[in-house]
Each structure stands twice: as structure tokens, then as C-alpha cells.
């Protein structure tokens, strides 16, 4: 990459684009939501079951001017979620500061891995255990999702709910390969631990991106 891209991909002015699109939010407190979708290339978490490994190599995703992603988004709904990858691994300074000029609500799906950046109206956390989130984002997320593939994750999201503020929403999701398996296993727990909700990726039942 051209040095002086390297530098505005440095300092948040461009970012990495992997997909931008218009649908519903699938997931978690927004779910059934119009919005537009904003999702940036990298990540090096490396959850086995990711969704999106194709957004792992920031590389092959082209570095793409702020300005020109707040220009498409601004068409659609007042709702921009910013995903990706791992969105906090970039400055999420430039992006945020002008949607918000735009009068657009921010909302990010995270891991909460990396420094936390930007101006958020909606923080979804969803801490990793081979990336442990930060003090910062447990003390700031709106939601906590945490994704159920086997017994073990049970165990992780009481210690990751430990972490996060006590408005903080907690949501178990099951991971989708393992959905016949987990969704009962979540329908039990959050029967007998009822601060708990369930999320599901509604959008892959009704076949929307
Ligand atoms: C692809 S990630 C991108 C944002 C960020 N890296 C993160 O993990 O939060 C978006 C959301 O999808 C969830 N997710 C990814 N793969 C999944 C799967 N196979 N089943 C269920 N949820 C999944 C993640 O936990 C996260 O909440
Ligand atoms: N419809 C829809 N809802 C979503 N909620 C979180 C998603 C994500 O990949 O971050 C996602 C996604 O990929 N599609
Ligand atoms: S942190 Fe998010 S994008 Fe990265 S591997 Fe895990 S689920 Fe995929
Ligand atoms: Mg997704």
C-alpha cells in the first residue's frame, strides 16, 4: 500500500471496506430494525466458527475515504451498524464523527479486543475468550452477546457479564453450526438464570443478508 494511504488508514480517515448493506438487524436488542450495515475488513481474534472469514486479511479489502461510506449510508435508515471483522481495530474516530453529523445513529458489533474509538449510541459486545475485551468497553457496552458452541461458554459469559456495567443487557446466542444442540441447552439456562435473554440470528432464518 502507498505510504500516504498507509498514513489515513493509520489516523481512521479511510478503513478497509469488505461490504456495505441495507437489511434488517438480525441480532441481539435492535433485532427486526432496518439498517444500514457498514462492514470493515480484519481481524485476528480467530474464532474457529467466525461467520465472516473472508473479513480476516484487511489486505484484500479496499481502503476506502470515510467520507464516501458516510455518503451511502446517509441514504438508507437513521440506523448504521458498523461491524466487521473487528471494526476497534482501526480509529473509529473519523467514521462515527461524521455520521453523527449526519444526525445517523452509530451502533457497533464488536469483540471489544481493541482500544475503544469512535462515538457510539449502541455498543453490542461480544468478548472472545482467545481475546479477552478490555475494562473500557465492559464499563461502556449496551448489550452483551455472548455466543454458545458448547457447555463451556455457559461459564464464560457469567464471567464476562461479572465485567460489564449492571444496565448492560445480556444476551447467550447460539452459535449457528451448532444451533440444534445449543438452543435448548440456552432455553434451560436462561429459564433457570433469567437476567439472561436469548439472541438469534434472525436473519439467516428469513434468508437476508
Ligand atoms: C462477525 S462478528 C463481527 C464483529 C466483531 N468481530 C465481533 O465478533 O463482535 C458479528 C457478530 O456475529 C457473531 N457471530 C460470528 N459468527 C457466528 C456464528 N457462527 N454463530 C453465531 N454468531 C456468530 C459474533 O459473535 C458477533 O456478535
Ligand atoms: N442482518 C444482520 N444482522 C446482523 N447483526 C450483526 C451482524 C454482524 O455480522 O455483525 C449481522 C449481519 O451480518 N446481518
Ligand atoms: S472476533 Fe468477530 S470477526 Fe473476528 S473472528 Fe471472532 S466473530 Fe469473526
Ligand atoms: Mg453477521
Redesign the pocket.
Known sequence: MKKEIQNLVDKGEMLPLMEEFY??????YHKGTAAY?I?IGGCDVGCHWC??KESWNAEIHPPTETQKIVDNAKKYSNTI?V?GGEPLMWDMTALTAKLKAEGLQTHI?TSGAYKLTGIWDWICLSPKKLKLPTQEVCEKADELKVIIYNKDDFRFAEEQASKVNKNCILYLQPEWSKREKAVPAIVDYVMANPKWKISL?T?KYLN??
Open positions: 437489511t434488517i438487524q438480525g441480532e441481539g450495515f462492514r461467520d465472516v451498524v461491524t458489533e440470528q436473519h437476508i443478508p
